[in-house]
T-cell receptor, first 117, second 111 residues
Framework: GAVVSQHPSRVICKSGTSVKIECRSLDFQATTMFWYRQFPKKSLMLMATSNEGSKATYEQGVEKDKFLINHASLTLSTLTVTSAHPEDSSFYIC?????????????FGPGTRLTVL | KQEVTQIPAALSVPEGENLVLNCSFTDSAIYNLQWFRQDPGKGLTSLLLIQSSQREQTSGRLNASLDKSSGRSTLYIAASQPGDSATYLCAVNGGGNKLTFGTGTQLKVEL
């Protein structure tokens, strides 16, 4: 149980285009999903918290117009990198917490490698 | 602001050795602490979660301890195997389910 998927696993795009990454909780409902970014040989940095049915909460320094987050259902959150540039190239990972609030464990997706040419 | 540090940054041990990975955090007001494993180019696999009221958790050859007052956690790996080679990350949950990750320990277990 508690499986999180991401699609695509790898994407290469041209500078100026937009890229959408999907995060799905496959066997549980998640009212909250999280988006992280990881640079090579670095740890994960939280970008934003995605709440089902409401606007995402962005961390300081993360451009909300650049990284659009939508949490349309209890099993799906999407991250759209708009007008991507080479500096947006990174490993993006999502996570989700089951609705059993007292446990508060996060389960992570396999990540999406974005390369912007 | 919570800061999480892991020591050592890298570790190489022979197969069969027992080892300890360290994690320290600056703000002891945490909800829980999680240890993860990350293989190169992959996502995170949750290994152990310790709630703030707990002292330790065990799963197979892994044992994690938590000393909240001193801001420390350790991950003990018994009888290490080459398949244990990976980067190990600790993360603290300071509330709101927001995780602050450590810098990671890159472990290599050699034959």
């Amino acid at each position: 149980g508690a499986v999180v998927s991401q699609h695509p696993s790898r994407v290469i795009c041209k500078s100026g285009t937009s890229v959408k990454i999907e995060c799905r909780s496959l066997d549980f409902q998640a009212t909250t999903m999280f988006w992280y970014r990881q640079f090579p040989k670095k740890s994960l940095m939280l970008m934003a918290t995605s709440n089902e049915g409401s606007k995402a909460t962005y961390e300081q320094g993360v451009e909300k117009d650049k990284f659009l987050i939508n949490h349309a259902s209890l099993t799906l959150s999407t991250l759209t990198v708009t007008s991507a540039h080479p500096e947006d190239s990174s490993f993006y990972i999502c996570s989700a917490s089951p609705r059993r609030v007292t446990y508060n464990e996060q389960f992570f997706g396999p990540g999406t490698r974005l390369t912007v040419l | 602001k919570q800061e999480v540090t892991q020591i050592p940054a890298a570790l190489s041990v022979p197969e069969g050795e027992n080892l300890v990975l360290n994690c320290s955090f600056t703000d002891s007001a945490i909800y829980n602490l999680q240890w993860f494993r990350q293989d190169p180019g992959k996502g995170l696999t949750s290994l152990l979660l310790i709630q703030s009221s707990q002292r330790e958790q065990t799963s197979g050859r892994l044992n994690a301890s938590l000393d909240k007052s001193s801001g420390r956690s350790t991950l003990y790996i018994a009888a290490s195997q080459p398949g244990d080679s990976a980067t190990y990350l600790c993360a603290v949950n300071g509330g709101g389910n927001k995780l602050t990750f450590g810098t990671g320990t890159q472990l290599k277990v050699e034959l």
